[in-house]
């Protein structure tokens, strides 16, 4: 295992930008540092998956990766990291968490998504309009509130009524939702597990 996947598997937040930048002193590519941490967050993954990490180390590894992406994202050229695909994630509106969406952009970036973070408390015309702009294949809800969860509906019509509706998979995650749910707000997924929900999308990317 390479220091850098031992730093983020270990989550040793203090000590991840420095590994990187050893990294690439040592002639790694930012592109090859990034491949390496992948495989470290899918282990960091599997640990969850197994119940030997749970949310709260689930959480700390986002904050690893982050550190990891300030040394790293300056550096990434787009012609250096063909983005497996385009998500657009926010926090639905009248929900202000954001650990959950936070922990599943990491998740993605590091598995190379674009991925544009709208931040909380988003009404669903925000999620057409940039997923729109942006061309992107994904559009992913956060909704932890149960209030909130009928909101998610509006995330679909707003795209349906906008045209792009067809041309994009919806996913919503949150502690409230579960896979029943989907159906019922006209939605492609819905979980309450942000790996789970993380899998899900990479299984959508590679069937196109």
């Known amino acids: 295992m390479s220091s850098c996947r031992d730093a983020l598997v270990s989550l040793a937040v203090d000590k991840m930008q420095d590994c990187v930048r050893a990294a690439l002193d040592a002639g790694e590519s930012p592109a090859e540092i990034l491949k390496d941490l992948e495989a470290g967050m899918d282990e960091v993954g599997l640990k969850f998956q197994r119940c030997e ?32 695909g385009t998500v657009v994630i926010g926090t639905i509106q009248g929900d202000l968490h954001d650990i959950g969406k936070d922990i599943v952009s990491t998740l993605l970036f590091s598995s190379g998504f674009e991925v544009h973070d709208l931040g909380i ?88």
């Open 53 to 84: 990490y749970f949310f709260s180390e689930l959480i700390m590894a986002g904050e690893t990766m982050k550190e990891a992406l300030k040394v790293l994202k300056p550096l990434l050229e787009l012609n250096e990291v063909k983005a497996q």
């Open 121 to 208: 408390d988003v009404p669903p015309e925000k999620f057409m309009q940039r997923a729109k702009e942006t061309r992107a294949n994904i559009v992913g809800v956060s909704a932890l509130l149960s209030v909130t969860v009928p909101t998610v509906a509006k995330v679909a019509e707003a795209l349906k009524n906008g045209g792009f509706r067809d041309k994009v998979k919806i996913i919503a995650g949150g502690a409230a939702m579960r896979p029943e749910y989907a159906a019922q707000l006209g939605i492609d997924a819905a979980v309450n597990d942000a790996i789970q929900g993380v899998e899900i999308i990479k299984a959508w990317v590679k069937s196109e």
